[in-house]
T-cell receptor
Framework: AQSVTQLGSHVSVSEGALVLLRCNYS??????LFWYVQYPNQGLQLLLK??????LVKGINGFEAEFKKSETSFHLTKPSAHMSDAAEYFC????????????FGSGTQLTVLP | DADVTQTPRNRITKTGKRIMLECSQT?????MYWYRQDPGLGLRLIYY???????NKGEISDGYSVSRQAQAKFSLSLESAIPNQTALYFC??????????????FGPGTRLTVL
């Protein structure tokens, strides 16, 4: 069975500061990994995904994530936070079988302080 | 127009009532999903469908049923709603044959309150 753990249900950063949202996964096979963002009163939107190509994945809005197999991690970063980054962020893992179901983490609410 | 739409967007109902949530998509995707979101629990899969004739239970299917009326439509029903089914419900689609394999596209959600 696969699972995802997001450390920190709430993260606050100042505008212009580094954003680091943590995600660790558990999977019996090499997984696909995703970060989704949910803005207030909206559905989830894909930020980026890892599918075994480059381990450093660049996404939209200046976000990137690095797949580290040895640490079973897929942390999301952005060098400089913007007020518009305030949202809830979900890490998700998918197996490589035919079902390809997504298993989501519990989410991290990012607050950006002026 | 949105690619994945959900109706209604908000619904308040009473315990014991039957309720249906509807999802429509214009993306032409074969795969559709229903999730519920609860604070602190992330999204959990209720049902998923790979095509009109292929429907599968997800992690938390008890108390729910679904109908795939067409490739573009996937409905979720609560036969007898109970308060702990109060949640935010999302529909999603995906197209495994595309170059963006496994990416799921989400609707805007339906907020359901069961009193």
């Amino acid at each position: 069975a696969q699972s995802v753990t997001q450390l920190g249900s709430h993260v606050s950063v100042s505008e212009g500061a580094l954003v680091l949202l943590r995600c660790n996964y558990s999977s019996s096979v090499p997984p696909y990994l995703f970060w989704y963002v949910q803005y207030p009163n909206q559905g989830l939107q894909l930020l980026l995904k890892y599918t075994s190509a480059a381990t450093l994945v660049k996404g939209i809005n200046g976000f990137e994530a690095e797949f580290k197999k040895s640490e079973t991690s897929f942390h999301l970063t952005k060098p400089s936070a913007h007020m518009s980054d305030a949202a809830e962020y979900f890490c998700a893992v998918s197996d490589r079988g035919s079902a390809r179901q997504l298993t989501f983490g519990s989410g991290t609410q990012l607050t950006v302080l002026p | 127009d949105a690619d994945v739409t959900q109706t209604p967007r908000n619904r308040i109902t009473k315990t014991g009532k039957r309720i249906m949530l509807e999802c429509s998509q214009t993306k032409g995707h074969d795969r559709m999903y229903w999730y519920r979101q609860d604070p602190g629990l992330g999204l959990r899969l209720i049902y998923y469908s790979f095509d009109v004739k292929d429907i599968n239970k997800g992690e938390i299917s008890d108390g729910y049923s679904v109908s795939r009326q067409a490739q573009a439509k996937f409905s979720l029903s609560l036969e007898s709603a109970i308060p702990n089914q109060t949640a935010l419900y999302f529909c999603a689609t995906s197209d495994p044959s595309s170059s963006i394999t496994d990416t799921q596209y989400f609707g805007p959600g339906t907020r359901l309150t069961v009193l």
